[in-house]
């Protein structure tokens, strides 16, 4: 086999290895030398420098050569991109050893040793007085959440369950329908208003989630806040979507 010179500064080639199942595409200077070159695949494959053979296969997938000259440069071999280096491990390592993620030892902290810890984000959180850690802040958003479900239970409380009613939410047309539920839910705070309507214009059948709070037709039912309500002589529209 004849060695060629080449002019091209680097060299693009695909990394194997018997410890790895993988394979990867690195960019190298051919002015390394092969120990230099060794160096740094040990951080690629995991295995030590001085545990290494190396094997140099060509685009084709064919057997080159072996690179075992330490103090040879790594363009002195017909390296070309494209080409394999595969790397054989003689430290006793077995295949896949260094890609099991559950043999490396997790590093844990207890929760009081990390909030003695004055470099971490809590410890910022706490000094900045931010997020949770403002007093004051969450002491109003409370205040102004019980504020809000006082509000919401009043406007429930003048909301008869069987009365009919009016529905006018924010990007809707009005829609018709009997009150079937009024109180607290389980998928989300606060009151709710449980609407059988007229027409198949709602979402559910009175269940959401698995639990069930009214009985109707699916598409009929739906879940609102009392501020939208108006209760009142609302007699049915037909709307005609039964026919549709």
Not at 5 to 19: C, D, E, K, Q, R
Not at 38 to 64: R, T
Not at 144 to 171: F, W
Request: proline share 4%; charged share 30%; hydrophobic share 30%.
């Amino acid at each position: 086999m004849e060695v060629t010179g080449v002019s091209a500064p680097t060299v693009t080639v695909f990394i194997s290895s018997s410890l790895n199942t993988f394979r990867s595409e690195k960019r190298y200077s051919r002015s390394l030398t092969i120990a230099e070159f060794k160096c740094k695949l040990e951080l690629l494959v995991g295995s030590p420098a001085s545990c290494m053979e190396l094997e140099l296969y060509g685009v084709d997938d064919k057997f080159y050569s072996k690179l075992d000259q330490e103090d040879a440069l790594l363009g002195s071999y017909p390296v070309d991109d494209g080409c394999r280096i595969h790397v054989i491990d003689h430290s006793g390592a077995r295949l896949g050893e260094y890609e099991d993620v559950s043999r490396v030892e997790k590093y844990t902290i207890s929760q009081e040793a990390y909030d003695q810890r004055q470099d971490t984000v809590r410890s910022f959180l706490k000094r900045s007085k931010l997020g949770r850690y403002n007093e004051e802040e969450r002491a109003q958003q409370e205040a102004e959440a019980a504020q809000r479900l006082a509000e919401e239970k009043a406007q429930a409380s003048s909301i008869p369950v069987g009365s009919r009613c009016e529905v006018r939410a924010a990007g809707q047309s009005p829609r018709r329908g009997t009150i079937m539920y009024v109180g607290l839910t389980d998928f989300k705070p606060g009151y709710w208003i449980g609407v059988r309507y007229d027409e198949p214009l709602g979402k559910n059948d009175g269940s959401v989630n698995g639990k069930r709070y009214f009985e109707c037709q699916a598409k009929y039912g739906a879940f609102v806040k009392p501020a939208v309500v108006t209760v009142g002589d609302f007699p049915e529209e037909d709307y005609g979507l039964d026919e549709m």
